[in-house]
């Protein structure tokens, strides 16, 4: 998916809805009411159909690529409080899709997203954190072990100020994101803001499926530009098998976290 643009319709720019709003307010006129509901409708239909096709075309690209998946990640163990493998595969399969130049994450902890992210990409990585929640002595070991992937910049900063400066700096350069940090209605106000920006092509953002907490799941279903959920039933039973179910590490992290369902992250275009 090059270029393609999501939404097809060609109404009215921001200004002559503006008009049409103020119209309808003081004048209550029915042609103006028509033309809005009709490019309402319009456009709500089309992210519909469009999202649809998103979801075909990611399918047939994760069987493109999980062969590649596969040569180039596997075997990776598990890192505390680190995405699943079936995770990461979900973004580099969107990634490649949307044939993304440069990838953009904040929250990076231990690093295992960042780690897949280099192993799988020959492009560069920008891996910020404020160190806030694990420590800076954390963001430092996680770039020191790192440091063999020449691709990735870390940043030890605010993502909500280093996005949109590296957004900014790199124009015409397709740009694919990862949030995992902020949380919730953080990272939703984050990625808002990227989406103001054409070069930015799709957002993911983690822990959106936790189905133990109704805070914590699925808060994406509201907003039209949310196409995939990485607990979909159809990724799960195929593609969960990359993860080393016997690895200690993650044996305990299951453990820790018993009786709850989640993680997974939510792709918006």
Request: proline share 2%; aromatic share 14%; hydrophobic share 35%.
């Amino acid at each position: 998916m090059k270029d393609k643009k999501i939404l097809h319709f060609k109404g009215p720019g921001r200004k002559e809805l503006m008009n049409l709003y103020w119209n309808i307010y003081f004048n209550k006129s029915i042609l103006s009411r028509l033309i809005l509901l009709r490019y309402i409708f319009r456009e709500n239909i089309s992210k519909k159909i469009d999202k649809q096709k998103i979801i075909d075309e990611f399918k047939e690209q994760c069987e493109l690529s999980i062969k590649k998946f596969e040569n180039k990640i596997l075997p990776l163990g598990y890192i505390e409080n680190g995405i699943f493998l079936w995770e990461g595969f979900a973004f580099c399969a969107m990634a490649e899709l949307f044939d993304v130049d440069i990838i953009i994450e904040s929250g990076i902890a231990g690093g295992r997203s960042t780690e897949i992210w280099a192993r799988y990409f020959n492009k560069p990585i920008f891996a910020i954190d404020d160190g806030k929640v694990y420590g800076v002595e954390k963001f430092n070991e996680t770039k020191k072990r790192l440091s063999k992937y020449k691709n990735i910049k870390f940043i030890l900063s605010d993502s909500n100020k280093e996005f949109l400066k590296l957004i900014k700096k790199y124009p015409k350069r397709k740009i694919g994101i990862f949030i995992d940090g902020p949380k919730r209605m953080g990272a939703q106000k984050l990625a808002k803001k990227c989406f103001k920006y054409k070069n930015v092509k799709f957002v993911s953002i983690h822990d959106e499926c936790w189905k133990h907490v109704k805070k914590r799941y699925h808060l994406m279903d509201k907003w039209n530009k949310t196409v995939f959920y990485t607990d979909a039933d159809w990724f799960i039973n195929k593609y969960d098998y990359l993860e080393n179910k016997n690895d200690p590490i993650l044996k305990r992290q299951l453990k820790k976290h018993e009786g709850e369902e989640g993680g997974g992250f939510a792709v918006n275009v």
